[in-house]
């Protein structure tokens, strides 16, 4: 592969990679030099807004008066707990002492799962970004745009449960981002290799050339047809120009009349023939079987392919199908983005990264710049690993019956989280730094010590030093990469080919598999495609590094990219990178950035808790452990270990919930009680205990702006997962574990009709119905 991967004469790349060096370094320092050197006077004359050169974000921290109160009831109520329990353990029910032992287990591990949860709320931020700063700095007249460059990666698996036409809107809306389009590459995975998905994404490109241009000219929102055409909104409002309506209309017959090509090819692919599906000139589709095909790259639109109706350019946009073969182990969707890391290294490499589920669609065209306030700010950005923002969707019931917006974790738990370490990774609709990815630290924190730089030195403080020098890539510094090439190229008794396979096995294999091309795009800080790259051979490296044996013996999955050992690869990924020291951010500009579809029916929400569930029983059961994994390097801030611990544990709430939820109907029963006669110094325990619990809620709702309504079903919906989709979890985790019997979850259908609300009354009987089914009519 080393001949064949652009240019073998590693001489060249490593002159390139010191000029790159070099210049890599000056853009940052010049951009503040040159503010500094300016006269204030011809600032003022050179720059669009006078405000340019001041932080682009802000931290707005809730009022004390707000606060104040809520974090002494906190205290309050944990001295409450303490008098609660020594009452609970010190009045024992002799005459029912296996009920009253029950009780005051079930209730300590409550006390327990609420210091958990509410901790981590102890300092809670708000942030405000502002756009035009950042417009002003990096997008002056004359001179060329220094924003900086984003790679989107959306996956998809089954087109058949993940309609295309949802997927499709996604793509569109990315493609009409309000962004320079040389700053944009949208890749999409198909981890399913369907023709299906192929072809529409071909119709997709086709009407993209429309539907851009039409976005930035009347500035529309959101730009995801389905959605734009679909709002109950007056569309003509701050529309000013006459040519609106008309072209307005022309684009809705457009959209429909690509609609119906969509859905004639949803038609076709019903039924699959028996000689398998072929392509337009005969050839048989490459993935005609979905766990035995070649990887697959096809990229339209972009830099050298079609323009848009007006001749403009347009993001680039690429398909990716990485290879799968029997035999090999593919890690579901963190396999799907790693896959994408690579390709998107080998072609764009942009600095930054933003990933989409498909059913989420960009739904503010400014939500890049938003989070480029925090990741271009020099004062903020060089510690942040990714910028989250919150989930919100469509389709859900007023009543959100089923708390399907999970608003009481998005506009609470994560604004505390924000003001500790930064909120948690959920999977979609975040940026990250590209860079964090690979595995390294921070560049303001210092190394680990080298005695504890092992892949497990955040567990083994005290594990033998390793001899290769690949396994410190965790927080090596490019320079450190550098000279180990440099080192290397001083050997004069190999020639160019041994040296460059030296280099790969020596300083790389183990980390990043074996692609020069790939490696050295690792050590482009700001990102870009390698000048030493040949662009004709470009692909063909594309496609070795989405081979399903590359990541082989490499630390892929283990340290660098998506992690792999849970099906809430999105905990483990984040938790990782906070533990290496980085930080991140919670976004949350008025208008959504991104929204997405919802199970709204009762039995597709509770796959779907199962599913997260049993995600944060497999990380309790691995050495990620966030309660012993992370000490060594002492980055992992105690609040935020307070609330992973929390998000590993919460399924295990199920067993003392089932039992609680129990009791009532046995005490009744039997006519046996957990708490014997109250004495006054109780009674005035049990009333601050509840009086404490009610107004901690009144108090959490002031500071966070969440409805009472929203706090209520949350609660409600806490019940039912937690007495159905949790206790499965946990036997699934320990079976999974002790026995190796692995349990495959179902993707989510995504809703694709304009139905509303049709599923929410439907009930669709599973399993998970069974324990709260049974614990009503017992209680009843």
């Known amino acids: 592969m080393t001949e064949d991967n652009g240019n073998p004469i590693w001489k060249n790349r490593v002159e390139s990679w010191k000029e790159k060096k070099n210049k890599k370094k000056k853009p940052a320092t010049t951009k503040v030099e040159r503010e500094a050197e300016i006269p204030p006077e011809q600032q003022m004359e050179d720059k669009p807004a006078p405000d340019a050169s001041q932080p682009l974000s802000t931290i707005i921290p809730i009022p004390k008066s707000?606060?104040?109160?809520?974090?002494?009831?906190?205290?309050?109520?944990?001295?409450?707990?303490?008098?609660?329990?020594?009452?609970?353990?010190?009045?024992?029910?002799?005459?029912?002492?296996?009920?009253?032992?029950?009780?005051?287990?079930?209730?300590?591990?409550?006390?327990?799962?609420?210091?958990?949860?509410?901790?981590?709320?102890?300092?809670?931020?708000?942030?405000?970004?502002?756009?035009?700063?950042?417009?002003?700095?990096?997008?002056?007249e004359g001179e060329p745009n220094e924003l900086a460059a984003v790679d989107f990666f959306v996956s998809t698996v089954d087109p058949l449960k993940e309609p295309p036409l949802i997927t499709a809107n996604t793509v569109l809306s990315i493609l009409a981002l309000d962004y320079p389009v040389d700053k944009v590459s949208c890749y999409i995975s198909d981890d399913g290799a369907a023709m299906l998905t192929f072809e529409s994404l071909v119709e997709t490109a086709d009407f993209a050339r429309k539907w851009v241009p039409f976005c930035k000219k009347f500035s529309i929102e959101p730009r995801a047809p389905e959605f734009y055409f679909s709002q109950k909104i007056d569309y003509l409002k701050d529309k000013v120009q006459p040519s609106f309506?008309?072209?307005?209309?022309?684009?809705?017959?457009?959209?429909?009349?690509?609609?119906?090509?969509?859905?004639?090819?949803?038609?076709?692919?019903?039924?699959t023939p028996e000689e398998g599906w072929t392509m337009q000139d005969g050839t048989p589709w490459p993935g005609n079987n979905p766990r035995d095909h070649p990887g697959m790259i096809q990229v339209f639109l972009g830099y050298s392919g079609a323009p848009d109706i007006e001749g403009n350019e347009l993001p680039r946009l690429v398909y990716v199908s990485r290879e799968k073969r029997p035999g090999y182990q593919h890690h579901k969707k963190a396999g799907a983005e790693n896959a994408l890391v690579r390709v998107s290294a080998v072609l764009t490499n942009a600095p930054f990264i933003l990933n989409l589920d498909c059913d989420h669609y960009v739904n503010n065209s400014k939500a890049v710049r938003e989070a480029m306030c925090f990741l271009m700010d020099p004062q903020v950005g060089r510690d942040v690993c990714y910028v989250q923002f919150p989930q919100r969707f469509d389709g859900i019931d007023r009543s959100d019956r089923y708390a399907n917006r999970n608003t009481v974790f998005f506009d609470v738990n994560m604004k505390g989280l924000d003001g500790i370490q930064g909120p948690v990774y959920v999977g979609t609709g975040c940026v990250f730094n590209r860079q964090a990815l690979y595995g390294y630290g921070?560049?303001?924190?210092?190394?680990?010590?080298?005695?504890?730089?092992?892949?497990?030195?955040?567990?083994c403080p005290g594990k033998k030093e390793p001899k290769d020098p690949s396994e410190l890539y965790r927080d090596a510094k490019r320079e450190e990469l550098d000279a180990a090439i440099f080192n290397?190229?001083?050997?004069?008794?190999?020639?160019?080919?041994?040296?460059?396979?030296?280099?790969?096995?020596?300083?790389?294999?183990?980390?990043?598999?074996?692609?020069s091309v790939f490696i050295e795009s690792t050590l482009m800080e700001n990102g870009g495609v390698a000048e030493s790259a040949n662009p004709s051979t470009l692909i063909k490296e594309a496609i070795h590094v989405i081979s399903c044996g590359y990541e082989e013996k490499t630390a892929w999955g283990k340290e660098i990219g998506w992690i792999y050992g849970s099906v809430t690869e999105d905990i483990l990924t984040g938790f990782k990178m906070h533990c290496r020291g980085w930080r991140s951010i919670y976004c949350m500009p008025l208008r959504p950035a991104f929204k997405g579809s919802a199970p709204?029916?009762?039995?597709?929400?509770?796959?779907?808790?199962?599913?997260?569930?049993?995600?944060?029983?497999?990380?309790?059961?691995?050495?990620?452990?966030?309660?012993?994994?992370?000490?060594?390097?002492?980055?992992?801030?105690?609040l935020q270990r307070l609330a992973y611990i929390n998000t590993i544990v919460y399924p295990f709430t199920s067993l003392p919930l089932i039992a609680y939820c129990s009791l009532p109907a046995i005490c009744l029963l039997t006519g046996k009680f957990i708490i014997p006669t109250l004495s006054n110094l109780a009674s005035v325990l049990f009333l601050g205990l509840f009086l404490s619990i009610i107004v901690t809620a009144v108090l959490e709702l002031r500071w966070s702006g969440v409805s009472i309504e929203d706090l209520w079903r949350n609660e409600q919906f806490w019940v039912i997962g937690g007495v159905s989709a949790h206790l499965f979890a946990v036997f699934q985790g320990f079976l999974k574990m002790l026995a190796g019997i692995d349990t495959n979850f179902t993707v989510t259908a995504k809703a694709a009709d304009d139905a509303d609300f049709g599923e929410l009354y439907i009930v669709k009987w599973t399993t998970l119905l069974i324990p709260p089914t049974t614990l009503l009519i017992v209680n009843m």
């Open 66 to 140: 707000r606060l104040a109160p809520y974090r002494s009831v906190i205290i309050m109520r944990l001295i409450i707990l303490g008098l609660f329990f020594h009452y609970r353990v010190t009045n024992p029910v002799d005459s029912a002492f296996g009920l009253w032992l029950t009780s005051v287990i079930c209730e300590i591990w409550f006390a327990f799962s609420w210091v958990l949860d509410q901790f981590p709320k102890w300092y809670p931020v708000n942030r405000e970004t502002y756009i035009d700063r950042l417009s002003a700095r990096y997008e002056r």
């Open 245 to 271: 309506v008309k072209e307005r209309r022309a684009m809705k017959r457009d959209y429909e009349e690509y609609k119906i090509r969509i859905n004639a090819l949803v038609a076709k692919a019903q039924k």
């Open 442 to 459: 921070p560049p303001s924190m210092p190394s680990f010590p080298k005695s504890s730089s092992s892949s497990c030195s955040c567990c």
């Open 488 to 515: 290397l190229r001083e050997i004069d008794n190999y020639d160019e080919y041994e040296r460059s396979m030296l280099i790969s096995q020596t300083s790389f294999e183990k980390t990043f598999g074996l692609s």
């Open 600 to 638: 709204i029916n009762l039995s597709d929400r509770l796959h779907q808790v199962l599913r997260w569930a049993l995600g944060s029983v497999e990380i309790f059961l691995s050495r990620h452990c966030p309660l012993w994994y992370g000490f060594g390097g002492g980055r992992l801030k105690w």
